[in-house]
């Protein structure tokens, strides 16, 4: 897959580039699959987030780009239904664009529904990932982030081989200082980027796009 990583969509024109140069393609010629599954895990969202993230109603642009199709693809619903139904429709779709919320609670869901085991195969997809949807990429989200209680620990699905501390200088829980600490606990490769930073992904390269601030935690 290539990869979007963002902390709050696609918020500036570095980003919007870089999401494009990605596509091959201009995002009114796209087909886009969105996941709002994040957001059910979260204590702080509910039905409400979920309509506004997937029409478009939120200041952190994901759904209201103007693709050329939008459709929703709700990971808890895909066991009922079979893979012979979803699976072409995420074969068939330009990018995935996948709400922020809990971590833990959408790797959980990415693992039950079959889509974790998908993503080798994509070879063509674009992932945009908005924080939460970025982090479950990650080997571990760190115990700050883990908001669902039925989470066995703060392991994700390790399919980049760095964490992500977004949303940084967000008041009063997202400081620097926060993110120092938060890297400390990880002990691996990390990453902290704020709202107007993102990380691209592509056949294991790895880039920060930033009109914002960022910081790198080496292992």
């Not at 994509?122 to 982030?145: E, K, N, Q, Y």
């Not at 990880?186 to 880039?207: C, F, K, L, S, W």
């Amino acid at each position: 897959m290539r990869l979007l990583l963002t902390s709050a969509g696609v918020t500036n024109p570095s980003i919007h580039g870089a999401l494009v140069d990605l596509l091959g393609k201009p995002v009114a010629d796209s087909n886009a699959l969105c996941v709002p599954t994040a957001l059910y895990g979260n204590p702080m969202s509910g039905p409400a987030s979920a309509w506004r993230f997937v029409t478009g109603q939120t200041p952190l642009p994901m759904c209201g780009l103007g693709w050329k199709s939008l459709g929703v693809l709700e990971l808890t619903a895909l066991p009922s239904i079979g893979e012979q139904r979803w699976i072409p429709w995420v074969r068939e779709t330009d990018v995935i664009l996948v709400a922020g919320g809990d971590a833990a609670y959408l790797c959980h869901w990415m693992r039950q529904s079959g889509l974790a085991d998908l993503l080798p195969s994509l070879r063509d997809t674009v992932w945009v990932g908005l924080s939460a949807g970025s982090m479950v990429l990650a080997p571990r989200i760190g115990a700050t982030f883990v908001e669902w209680q039925s989470a066995p620990d703060d392991h994700t699905l390790g399919v980049v081989d760095f964490s992500i501390f977004p949303h940084l200088g967000l008041e009063p829980d997202n400081t620097m200082a926060d993110a120092e600490s938060w890297a400390a606990e990880i002990a691996g490769p990390a990453y902290a980027i704020d709202d107007q930073t993102a990380i691209t992904v592509t056949d294991g390269t790895v880039e920060v796009i930033s009109e914002g601030r960022w910081r790198h935690f080496p292992a």
